[in-house]
């Protein structure tokens, strides 16, 4: 059974500001739809010289910056054309963007700002991906465009969800306030201990701490959340799953609740020809720019494999990185493979470690076949083939004691808050 530690007055008055934050479910559902929102064409066309019609505003003389709202069915290339900026230029920030891919992510509603020189060229362009970053392609000596990202402190506030089993576990995590995306990922963290579809039972009582990502300033939420903790009641048994900063999530007692990564994308281990590198001296352009993966000499053809398990969050096709997959792994850990020939998955797709998602190939910008492999941890690129990612089966034995201390802390919210009787109360003391 579960221990039910008495809350202390800081408990209960994070678990009072848990409550408001409940009905305001809606709002953050709303915030958090980019999911589904479909991202713009990246399709480069000839330039043809027809300017867009919509240039409504722009007529004002030579604006030296100009901040545009993308909206659904705009085109990159249209957006220059319309600004008579030359296609050349958009390659050269697509060339920029190769090892990013932060251009593949525009979705109606960013904010891009075109800032122009004396004599009207771009001289940068800059993409609000969210209130706390932004993207910078800055224009060189040499013409060439460089990546820059700005970052805001931000901090995490969290909220807690129940609800019981009544119909299927998603439904049950819709009916609760968990997006789509929360109750698939969710739903990922736990099937490895409990069998959805066998083991529940109506009633079973649940509970989830959700983090919404806010910034220091100005007090907005970026839209990122994550799941930061979960129980789930099966008779006398709880099933638990917890965040720890390493990006993995474990049970109470501090075991991996995840099956590990896979740390080769393919079934035979290929030559590295270019290895992970922050200031990679580039192969075909000769400047520096980091290499943000490993490139494997596979043959084209070659069937490449999901790492680990995760649902495909992109696909796309770019003219600098060819063919590619992007797989989000429960929120902290992302994978990317590129120059792939044939792509087997599509985007929403559930995949497990190991199954095969495509073959490699050579398309893209390349000097041969192979395949350019990227592993992500928490939004940031690390080496795939030396990093420390989740293969450990358990919480390093010097970081339990943290570990556990905060596990006893959350399960006592969770604990409460499945209790509305109890959570009544602590709302009632903190009048
Ligand atoms: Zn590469």
Do not use: C
Not at 199 to 213: K, N, W, Y
Not at 249 to 271: C, I, K, M, N
Not at 377 to 392: D, E, F, M, Q
Not at 398 to 424: C, I, N, T, Y
Request: glycine share 8%; charged share 25%.
């Amino acid at each position: 059974m579960l221990p039910r530690p008495k809350l202390n007055a800081f408990q209960k008055k994070i678990l009072a500001a848990g409550i408001p934050v409940v009905l305001l479910a809606g709002l953050w559902l709303s915030g958090n739809s980019t999911a589904v929102t479909t991202p713009i064409e990246l399709t480069l066309k000839p330039d043809t010289g027809a300017a867009a019609t919509d240039t409504a505003g722009q007529s004002e003389p030579d604006p030296k910056q100009e901040t545009y709202t993308i909206q659904r069915g705009d085109t990159l290339s249209q957006l220059f054309d319309a600004r008579h900026i030359p296609a050349n230029v958009l390659h050269r920030i697509l060339e920029a963007d190769s090892e990013y891919l932060a251009l593949e992510t525009l979705m109606p509603g960013t904010e891009l700002t075109f800032q122009f020189d004396d004599q009207q060229a771009l001289a940068a362009l800059s993409l609000k991906l969210d209130p706390a970053r932004t993207v910078t392609f800055s224009r060189q000596d040499d013409d060439s465009f460089q990546y820059g990202l700005v970052e805001a402190d931000t901090h995490w506030e969290s909220q807690i969800l129940t609800g019981r089993i009544e119909g299927s576990f998603y439904r049950s995590g819709l009916r609760a306030g968990l997006t789509d995306a929360q109750v698939v990922s969710l739903g990922q963290i736990l099937k490895h201990k409990i069998d959805f579809r066998r083991a529940l039972r109506a009633g079973d009582p649940f509970a989830v701490i959700i983090g919404h990502e806010i910034t220091d300033d100005g007090d907005e939420a970026t839209g990122k959340t994550r799941i930061e903790g979960a129980t789930l009641i099966r008779g006398k048994t709880t099933y638990t799953a917890f965040l720890h900063y390493d990006g993995n999530y474990y049970d109470q007692y501090g075991e991996s609740v995840l099956p590990a990564f896979l740390r080769w994308p393919t079934q035979r281990h290929y030559r590295v020809t270019s290895s992970f590198d922050p200031n990679r001296l580039h192969p075909v352009t000769g400047r520096h720019a980091p290499h943000n993966g490993v490139d494997l000499g596979t043959p084209s053809g070659t069937p490449v494999m999901s790492t680990g398990d995760g649902v495909v969050s992109r696909i796309g096709n770019h003219p600098y990185a060819g063919r590619y997959i992007d797989i989000d792994h429960n929120g902290s850990f992302e994978t990317r493979y590129l120059h792939l020939s044939k792509i087997l998955v599509r985007r929403g797709q559930h995949v497990k470690r190991g199954e095969k998602i495509a073959l490699s190939g050579a398309t893209g910008r390349v000097t041969g076949p192979h395949l350019h492999f990227e592993f992500h941890i928490k939004g940031r690129p690390v080496n795939p083939l030396t990093a420390k990612i989740p293969t450990a089966a358990s919480v390093p034995r010097a970081e339990l004691a943290g570990f556990k201390a905060k596990v006893h802390r959350e399960m006592a919210l969770m604990d409460e808050a499945v209790d509305p009787s109890r959570q009544l109360l602590a709302q009632k003391q903190s009048d």
